[in-house]
């Protein structure tokens, strides 16, 4: 079959093992529906079958060395991810970052080395350091720079707040007693990929987009319309009726009031 359009990955530095048996879990497929049965997520459904990897976000290891004894693919996730070996003989995969090789320690603490993987608080991590995988509140796990290629950098230490640089360019406030790992996430060649065929993509669950100005008023803010009209009507509406044109859509969140400077448009 020719695939000419779609992007050949190397993954010559994954190990080529079955995963951990004791860290993968089925999960219930729910097709883009919320607890309600209703579609919160459009254009989800099907796939291929796929078990997920219970990864160490947090700190659970604190002031243990462990080992790097394989780096592996995780389908529920565009980084690649890392199975570590604990002095103890525990395992627990965390999230790659760049550099990181099969044979590496790394360790978690409240102060250690400058190295990518290991993870220690913010208020010992130097000014200018990329990191990852950056706690919100202390003690609740890694919420913040996850995906593939991406990192945050330490701006500032102000008080019991550090100041971090996120890849949008946005600033936040964090407390210096939460964890980050250092460096930046693996895969950064992620969102270059060409999938090539919609066949590729429905393997991934994603289901085929229609485009809202090819639908009726009644089912899409942008339908109606004569011919391929851009928008059927004079502004935008939600489903409800209501104006949406230049209408803020997020929500405010309780983490809002640590922004210090929101991304700049592009």
């Known amino acids: 079959m020719l695939k000419k359009h779609r992007t050949k ?33 459009r254009h989800k459904g099907g796939g291929a079958k796929r078990r997920y990897r219970i990864i160490d976000f947090g700190q659970g290891k604190i002031n243990k060395k462990g080992k790097v004894i394989a780096l592996e693919y995780d389908p529920y996730r565009t980084a690649f991810i890392a199975l570590i070996e604990y002095d103890d003989g525990d395992k627990r995969y965390i999230i790659a970052p760049q550099v990181l090789k099969v044979g590496d320690e790394v360790i978690c603490s409240d102060k250690a080395e400058l190295k990518p993987g290991n993870r220690m608080k913010l208020k010992n991590i130097p000014v200018g350091t990329p990191v990852y995988n950056i706690e919100i509140e202390p003690g609740r796990g890694g919420k913040l720079a996850r995906g593939a290629g991406v990192m945050a950098s330490v701006l500032a230490h102000e008080g019991k707040y550090a100041q971090i640089e996120m890849s949008s360019t946005e600033v936040r406030k964090v407390l ?47 339908g109606g319309g004569e011919g391929r009209s851009p928008i059927g009507l004079k502004q935008p509406k939600t489903p409800w009726g209501k104006p949406a044109m230049g209408v803020k859509t997020r929500k405010r969140r309780w983490t809002d009031k640590y922004i210090i400077q929101r991304r700049k448009k592009k």
């Open 176 to 222: 210096q007693e939460c964890f980050a790992s250092i460096g930046s996430v693996s895969r950064p060649e992620y969102k270059y990929i060409s999938w090539g065929k919609a066949g590729k993509t429905r393997h991934k669950g994603i289901r085929p987009t229609v485009r809202g100005s090819a639908m009726n008023p009644p089912d899409h803010p942008h």
């Open 9 to 41: 990955e190397d993954f010559s530095i994954l190990t080529y093992k079955k995963p951990e048996k004791g860290l993968l879990l089925s999960l219930q497929k729910k097709a883009g529906r919320g607890s309600g049965g209703r579609i919160t997520v």
